[in-house]
């Protein structure tokens, strides 16, 4: 037979859970607006992209690779984006992509507005390679952060020597440096 302050003690911890659960309920419910403001995050059908040439200097080549909210909504990104150089035919052109350590700072583009990643290759051979690149890009493939599905674009900045090596910084806001 239970007394009832043990009929108390096994009450207790029920009451504890339901107002546990109430709390739960009220901070899911008021967090819901604020999630529900949050821009989305930017894929292959909110962004167009493009690439134009920087500056180049003794064998080094920089070219900026720009995604554009081509939406009516404000969208987000964030972090780096991948890179696949192809040939005339669309088949591969052997792409090693490196990353510099830079700040991958989240990025609100508006509509209109345009995130860059910077692209540093060589022109120079390395040790044992040839001259000339095997295979001339003459398209790049551009994966959004994020996404599983890329952009294409042409490719109109030459060969890729040292083995496709590409330098890319994170995304930043904008359509890249002047120089």
Known sequence: MLTGKRTRRLATPALALTAASAVA????AAGTPQAATRPGW??????SVRIHALNPGAGQ???AVVL??????????????GLQLLDAHGKDVTTHVVRDHGNTARITLKPGQSAYTRLHWTVV???GE???AE??????????PDSRHHLTTAWKMGEVLQ????????????????Y
């Open 25 to 28: 309920l009220v901070g899911l």
């Open 42 to 47: 930017a894929d292959t059908d909110s962004l």
């Open 61 to 63: 080549h920089y070219a």
């Open 68 to 81: 554009t909210n081509k939406t009516h909504k404000t969208i987000r990104t964030q972090g780096y984006v």
């Open 125 to 127: 051979p390395g040790a």
């Open 130 to 132: 040839p001259t000339k």
């Open 135 to 144: 295979k001339n890009p003459t398209k790049i493939e551009v994966t959004p």
């Open 163 to 178: 083995k496709g090596r590409i330098d890319i910084t994170p995304l930043a806001k904008g359509t890249g440096p002047k």
